[in-house]
Every structure is written in structure tokens, then in C-alpha cells.
């Protein structure tokens, strides 16, 4: 049975930085492309970044130049680094294996101003 399960989140004030991690179990997907969702209060969820087996990665365009997405393959890991955080920020961050039904159960950011 495959398990999803962020960690890293919290409170942290504008300009501040946390690393999410995302950790799978269950099975190894080094060759899927991972992902980080994140939905705002009162918004949907949105794609943040995500990674291909490849190491190539895409962001919205809100979080380039602040976010980083990166993998390790052989810890069936991957995170994400936020630096530069602002409130608008502030969401539940999911981790999400690429084109398949594996989520987490989220994870509390919240940017305080």
C-alpha cells in the first residue's frame, strides 16, 4: 500500500524560508514525475512545482526565483525549499505523485505579515 507523507510545514514570518518534505512508501517511483499542490484558504488547489525522472522541474509562476523542487530517488523523497515566503503563500501544501491517485494528507503553511 503506498503512503504519502509531508512534513516541514508551519508558521513563519514574511521573507522567511521551510523546506516540505514528501516521503512515499510502499513502492519506489523513480520513474514518475513528483509534484507539490498547494490550496489557499477559500481557493482550489493549484500545481506549485513539479519534477520529472529527469531532474526537470516547473513552477508557477508566482513561486520562480523563490521555490526550489528537488528529488532523491533513492529515498523515494522529494521537497520542496521555499525561501522569500510571502502571506499569499500561506496554504495547505499536498505532495503528489504525477498523473496518479497518491496524494498526502496536506500540510499547514502559514506566512505571517
Known amino acids: 500500500q503506498v503512503h504519502l507523507v509531508e512534513s516541514g510545514g508551519g508558521l513563519v514570518q514574511a521573507g522567511g524560508s521551510l523546506r516540505l518534505s514528501c516521503a512515499a512508501s510502499?513502492?519506489?517511483?523513480?520513474?514518475?514525475?513528483m509534484a507539490w499542490y498547494r490550496q489557499p484558504p477559500g481557493k482550489r488547489r493549484e500545481l506549485v512545482a513539479d519534477?520529472?525522472?529527469?531532474?526537470?522541474?516547473d513552477y508557477l509562476d508566482s513561486v520562480k526565483g523563490r521555490f526550489i523542487i528537488s528529488r532523491d530517488n533513492a529515498m523515494n523523497t522529494w521537497n520542496l525549499q521555499m525561501n522569500s515566503l510571502k502571506p499569499e503563500d500561506t496554504a495547505v501544501y499536498y505532495c503528489?505523485?504525477?498523473?496518479?491517485?497518491?496524494w498526502g494528507k496536506g500540510i499547514r503553511v502559514t506566512v505571517s505579515s
Open positions: 503528489n505523485i504525477r498523473l496518479t491517485n497518491y
Open positions: 510502499g513502492r519506489t517511483f523513480s520513474g514518475f514525475s
Open positions: 519534477i520529472d525522472s529527469t531532474g526537470t522541474t
